[in-house]
């Protein structure tokens, strides 16, 4: 692993030190604070602190490269999505103007949480549970039911609040009607405006020299190169293409699946992110398997929708994650029988992606980056299955495959797919 190559002064290895064991991520007016901006960039440049983007807006945490400058190994490591959860309940705090109970004022409301996923917090309502998440758009409805079923007694008992703080309440709206009595849950949205300094997205820029014009393969030696034998066939017709073509057929499959990563455009369509100017390029550092710290990567997305552009970067994975499965799977872009839910909101009863073959039967596409239960998983499947569905599932790391195989191989239609999008 290549080493930072800035030397840090003492100081700011106890100001990295707090941004990951104390605020977990900044804001940009937090890193305006606390860094000068060409400092900022050195470190993002040296890849010691990434970008991410959140349903708040973006977040600066420091990557896997930052811990180990700053304490030498990634022994410790919590998961980026864990980081953006806890600075997100510190945000949301801030913004509620509420604050942790300290050890002289506490009523030991932290007892009642077996999860160890609450903290007591000090309202003018007086002392509450509280719990935030901002990630996958905050709790789902089946979290805040079995939140509310385990400390229903307990909260009617004692006589105290849970509050769940959410990005959006819509979700959890009719369950906190029906727990109304000690429940609570709140739309809580920081002020996370992001400048110059912390800009999304950009167009890619032009081609350092022009660009050849031809076929990507020509000829006949490509044919006996392993490394395009397991090339699907939509995908070698469109590599024999001249430019041009392979350009609009970028486009038309950036269009159906929302995103597509620099990474696919190179290996399908022998393209580089200069060819497609039309697009909106998003460069990010991400963790490909989010609770793997080896897994973090430098991965650039491109869209052709500003809104997409500007949600988190978990979403843009997970759809060019499925329109990475599509590809594998020889689907053409056709948007009268391939239908990407890339627009919406992630549901449990409905599937990344489903096409529709000539003779009507419904594929389900579900992608899998490592953070699904087996719970979550065989309720999908049963759903899709319900539905009239064939299941097709791919995941982002091998260990995953194989797993997945051994326990819900059965259920599937086909191999469960390495989708190596990145």
Same mark, same amino acid.
């Given at each position: ?75 410790y490591s919590g ?80 006589? =105290? ?12 709206? *009719? +369950? #906190?009607? $029906?727990? @109304? ?119 650039? =997305? ?12 978990? *979403? +843009? #994975?997970? $759809?060019? @994650? ?20 890339f627009r919406g ?51 982002s790391h091998a ?24």
């Open positions: 692993m290549k080493k930072s190559e800035i030397p840090l002064t003492e100081a700011e290895r106890h100001l990295l030190h707090r941004l990951y064991s104390a605020d977990y991520a900044w804001t940009e007016q937090e890193v305006r604070q606390h860094l000068p901006n060409e400092r900022f960039r050195q470190f993002v440049e040296d890849k010691l602190l990434t970008v991410t983007s959140t349903e708040i807006g973006p977040l600066v945490l420091l990557s896997a490269a930052g811990q180990r400058a700053v304490y030498g190994s990634l022994e998961s980026t999505e864990w980081h953006i959860n806890m600075a997100y309940t510190r945000l949301a705090l801030q913004h509620l103007g509420w604050r942790q109970s300290t050890a002289s004022e506490t009523v030991d409301l932290e007892t009642f949480d077996t999860t160890h996923r609450f903290c007591e917090v000090i309202t003018p309502d007086g002392p509450a549970l509280f719990c935030a998440k901002v990630t996958a758009d905050g709790f789902s409805r089946r979290h805040i039911g079995r939140v509310a079923e385990r400390l229903k007694s307990q909260a009617l008992l004692h006589n =105290f609040t849970v509050i769940l703080a959410v990005p959006n309440a819509k979700k959890g709206r *009719r +369950l #906190a009607e $029906r727990y @109304g009595s000690f429940l609570k849950v709140l739309e809580v949205r920081p002020q996370t405006i992001s400048g110059s300094m912390l800009a999304r997205y950009q167009h890619p820029g032009p081609h350092p020299e022009q660009p050849a014009e031809g076929p990507y393969l020509g000829g006949e030696e490509w044919k006996t190169n392993p490394k395009y034998l397991d090339f699907p066939g939509h995908v070698l017709h469109i590599l024999q293409q001249e430019r041009s073509v392979r350009v609009a057929a970028a486009l038309q499959s950036i269009e159906v699946d929302g995103v597509m990563s620099v990474a696919l455009l190179r290996r399908f369509y022998g393209l580089e992110a200069a060819d497609l100017l039309k697009a909106l390029q998003v460069i990010t550092t991400l963790r490909t398997s989010p609770r793997q710290a080896t897994s973090e990567t430098r991965v650039s =997305f491109l869209t052709l929708d500003r809104r997409l552009a500007q949600q988190a970067d978990s *979403r +843009l #994975a997970h $759809r060019a @994650g499925t329109g990475c499965m599509r590809h594998l799977l020889d689907i053409p872009p056709d948007p009268e029988r391939y239908r990407a839910e909101l992630i549901k449990l009863e409905s599937p990344d992606a489903l096409w529709t073959a000539e003779d009507g039967a419904e594929l389900a596409l579900e992608y899998d980056n490592g953070t699904y239960s087996r719970d979550t998983i065989q309720t999908k499947l049963t759903t899709f299955s319900e539905r009239g569905f064939r299941t097709v599932w791919g995941v260990r995953r495959q194989r797993v997945l195989t051994t326990l819900f191989g059965q259920q599937l239609h086909g191999n469960v797919l390495l989708t190596e999008w990145w």
